[in-house]
């Protein structure tokens, strides 16, 4: 690709955007400038309030710029590095997914299991054929339903199992946060613990992931980028999604909390086949497992364990990175994407505004990831670009 189209990206992505990119030298729009563009141009548009880029490798950060204000409030302090975004549905691959596979890594579960092995109430309902496997692929068949006559998880669980899937277990792919509700729970059952304290004790600790959890503490709430409850009112640390806040905050779909430096740590241990700073948090199996393509519907949709590969889901991929990268959206207005054949992560945490232009958001997603496969991947010299506005200092890890 020419760099041409990134001179295009940074000046075209919002028709409205009053930073004139089309003044710079082009050799400065395809360095991290551009990304520069195009994040100022999406918080003045109001597509979003403001938010964070971080651009890594399994070495350091090579890229971290910080944008625009934690709200759409007057007077809302400025994004900083530290600031804490709802995480939304990346709490499936930040927590959730590996918890599953950190309990492989134990012996004691097993994506072939039986999902009625852990979950007798399906049963009772012959759904003998669904398996551990289709739910973290989203290929179970299950459809998402109204939680809020269920009254508890085990409510949630039996209602679940009453449903009929729309198809046979792994024949067709359809996102639904159901297949994480139950995980998240299966993490429960087979620990004995629940899943926000398992996914403390064996991944967030380990990690050194100090300002990520669950339902984050008094403390950490005036860190917080806001997002909008459904009749557009501010949240700070209460989590947007109206089922994890019905199922107490803390649900395998969604509900998890976080900084982007956080997450450039949780990105790292991955690029590195599941170690981070002499920790090994996951097995090179598990990790290898976790990341094997699974091709479904005649390969026109291609998921890993808990990932995203290449789906409608899968703009943060942008045009540069390979095939064997993965990576996952929320709704919040986050999105991760990782490469390890180019030893490359995109981490892009936003407080989002405007949820009506989706074409927008999208497109965003996929320039941020395009920029930076354009400016990063195979670089012999890997040192940092200047971030942008209010960035914090990078460090390695």
């Given at each position: 690709m020419s760099y041409l189209r990134y001179l295009i990206l940074a000046v075209l992505v919002f028709p409205a955007n009053p930073v004139n990119c089309a003044d710079r030298p082009l050799e400065d729009l395809v360095r991290a400038d551009s990304i520069e563009c195009v994040m100022d141009a999406a918080v003045a548009s109001g597509l979003i309030s403001g938010?964070?880029?971080?651009?890594?490798?399994?070495?350091?950060?090579?890229?971290?710029?910080?944008?625009?204000?934690?709200?759409?409030?007057?007077?809302?302090?400025?994004?900083?590095?530290?600031?804490?975004?709802?995480?939304?549905?990346?709490?499936?691959?930040?927590?959730?997914?590996?918890?599953?596979?950190?309990?492989?890594?134990e012996g004691r579960l097993h994506l072939l299991d039986p999902v009625t092995k852990w979950f007798p109430e399906f049963a009772a309902k012959g759904r003998d054929d669904m398996l551990v496997l289709h739910l973290v692929t989203h290929t179970s068949g299950l459809g998402d339903f109204s939680v809020s006559s269920c009254g508890t998880m085990q409510g949630v669980v039996e209602t679940a199992a009453t449903h009929e899937p729309a198809w046979p277990p792994g024949t067709r792919f359809k996102y639904a946060?159901?297949?994480?509700?139950?995980?998240?729970?299966?993490?429960?059952?087979?620990?004995?613990?629940?899943?926000?304290?398992?996914?403390?004790?064996?991944?967030?600790?380990?990690?050194?992931?100090?300002?990520?959890?669950?339902?984050?503490?008094?403390?950490?709430?005036?860190?917080?980028?806001?997002?909008?409850?459904?009749?557009?009112?501010?949240?700070?640390?209460?989590?947007?999604?109206?089922?994890?806040?019905?199922?107490?905050?803390?649900?395998?779909?969604?509900?998890?909390?976080?900084?982007?430096?956080?997450?450039?740590?949780?990105?790292?241990?991955?690029?590195?086949?599941?170690?981070?700073?002499?920790?090994?948090?996951?097995?090179?199996?598990?990790?290898?497992?976790?990341?094997?393509?699974?091709?479904?519907q005649d390969g026109k949709v291609v998921r890993a364990v808990g990932w995203d590969m290449r789906s409608p889901f899968s703009a943060p991929r942008g045009t540069g990175f390979s095939g064997a990268s993965f990576g996952h959206t929320g709704y919040s207005g986050c999105s991760v994407w990782i490469d390890p054949e180019s030893d490359l992560f995109v981490i892009l945490l936003t407080s989002r505004r405007d949820y009506r232009r989706n074409g927008d958001f999208r497109r965003l997603r996929s320039d941020i990831s395009t920029l930076a496969a354009a400016i990063f991947s195979g670089r012999e010299n890997r040192s940092p670009f200047r971030a942008g506005k209010g960035s914090a200092a990078r460090q390695k890890t």
């Open positions: 938010g964070t880029v971080l651009i890594g490798n399994g070495d350091a950060d090579l890229f971290v710029g910080t944008y625009g204000a934690v709200s759409s409030a007057p007077q809302a302090p400025p994004v900083r590095s530290d600031t804490i975004f709802d995480l939304a549905s990346l709490t499936k691959v930040i927590a959730t997914t590996p918890a599953i596979m950190k309990l492989i890594d946060d159901i297949n994480f509700i139950l995980l998240g729970e299966l993490v429960r059952r087979v620990s004995g613990v629940e899943l926000s304290r398992y996914v403390g004790d064996t991944i967030l600790l380990p990690l050194g992931m100090t300002d990520t959890s669950f339902n984050p503490a008094s403390g950490l709430r005036n860190r917080c980028a806001a997002t909008l409850d459904a009749s557009n009112g501010l949240l700070f640390g209460t989590a947007q999604d109206h089922v994890a806040r019905f199922l107490g905050g803390a649900a395998g779909h969604a509900g998890l909390f976080g900084t982007a430096v956080d997450l450039a740590r949780f990105c790292r241990m991955l690029l590195r086949g599941g170690e981070l700073a002499g920790k090994r948090v996951l097995s090179e199996e598990a990790f290898r497992q976790m990341t094997t393509p699974f091709s479904i």
